[in-house]
Nanobody, 125 residues
Framework: QVQLVDAGGGLGQAGGSLRLSCVAS????????MGWFRQAPGKEREFVAA????????GYADSVKGRFTISRDSAKNTLYLEMNSLKPEDTAVYYC??????????????????WGQGTQVTVSS
């Protein structure tokens, strides 16, 4: 049974930092491309960042480029999202996702097979 467990959300201040993690189980982590998405109230789920199976290819939404960093640790079956220079507009539920059909799925939400339960990030101004 595949499980993705998101953690690390919480309340942050504008200009501050938070680090999200996603621990995967029930799958061979190194064979899955991974991504982070977010969904704010009343809005559709949107792409944040993605990383290839090897970790060599990374992609970011324009809104977070230069502020967020995605990484993975295959020894720990864990995906990370380092979020710096937080803005109130980063407030959302953040979800990690895993896909097995491509090396790198990027922003294609439909390509992802498994999803975490989400972790709330709230940024105050």
């Amino acid at each position: 049974q595949v499980q993705l467990v998101d953690a690390g959300g919480g309340l942050g201040q504008a200009g501050g930092s938070l680090r999200l993690s996603c621990v995967a189980s029930g799958l061979t982590f190194s064979t899955y491309g991974m991504g982070w998405f977010r969904q704010a109230p009343g809005k559709e789920r949107e792409f944040v960042a993605a990383i290839s199976r090897s970790g060599h290819t990374k992609g970011y939404a324009d809104s977070v480029k230069g502020r967020f960093t995605i990484s993975r640790d295959s020894a720990k079956n864990t995906l990370y999202l380092e979020m710096n220079s937080l803005k109130p507009e980063d407030t959302a539920v953040y979800y990690c996702a895993a896909e097995s059909s491509r090396n790198y799925a990027g922003s294609d939400l439909r390509a992802y097979d498994y999803w975490g339960q989400g972790t709330q990030v709230t940024v105050s101004s």
